[in-house]
Structures are given as C-alpha cells and as structure tokens.
Nanobody
Framework: EVQLVESGGGLVQLGGSLRLSCTAS????????MSWVRQASGKGLEWVSA????????SYADSVKGRFTISRDNDRNTLFLRMNSLKHEDTAAYYC???????????????WGRGTQVTVSS
C-alpha cells in the first residue's frame, strides 16, 4: 500500500522558514517523480513543486520560485520542501503527492498524503 506521510508544518512568522518532510512507503520511492501541492482554505489545489526520480531535475510554481527548494533522499525514502521568506499567501495545507499531471484543465495525482498545515503569521 502506498503511503505518504507529511510532517514539519506549523506556525511561522512572516519571512520565516520551514522544512517539510514526506516519508514514503509501499513503493520503490527512487523510481518515481514526486510533487508538493498546497491548498489554502476555501481555495483550489495549487501545484507547488516537483522533482524527478533521481533528484537532479526540479520545477517550481512562479509563486514560490526562488524561495522554496524541493529535494529528496532516496536512501531514506523522503521528500523535502525547504520554504524560505514565507508570505501570508503561503498559508495552506501542503501535500506530498505522486503521479501528478494536468490533463486539459484537470490537475490530478495518483497518490496523496494527508497533508501538513503551514500558517504564516504576522
């Protein structure tokens, strides 16, 4: 059974930093690209970042580019998201996901974690 468990969220001051982790099990982690996706309260899903299976290719949403860094440790089956210079608009539940793609106007992922909440306060 595929399991993705996020951790590391919490309350952080405006301009602060957090590092999210996602521990994967139930599949060969090193074979799959992975993504971070977020959802602010009352809003839709927003893809944040993705990394290829080997960890040497990354991509970011324009809203986080230059502030967030995605990485992975395939030996530890763990995905990371380092978030710096946090803004109020970064407040959201952050999800680790596998198999994400956009088909037409539909964004979907095959597997999701339960998410970890990030709240940026003044």
């Amino acid at each position: 059974e595929v399991q993705l468990v996020e951790s590391g969220g919490g309350l952080v001051q405006l301009g602060g930093s957090l590092r999210l982790s996602c521990t994967a099990s139930g599949f060969t982690f090193s074979n799959y690209a992975m993504s971070w996706v977020r959802q602010a309260s009352g809003k839709g899903l927003e893809w944040v970042s993705a990394i290829n299976s080997g960890g040497n290719s990354t991509s970011y949403a324009d809203s986080v580019k230059g502030r967030f860094t995605i990485s992975r440790d395939n030996d530890r089956n763990t995905l990371f998201l380092r978030m710096n210079s946090l803004k109020h608009e970064d407040t959201a539940a952050y999800y680790c996901a596998r198999g994400c793609r956009t088909t037409g106007e539909t964004f979907r992922c095959d597997y999701w974690g339960r998410g970890t909440q990030v709240t940026v306060s003044s």
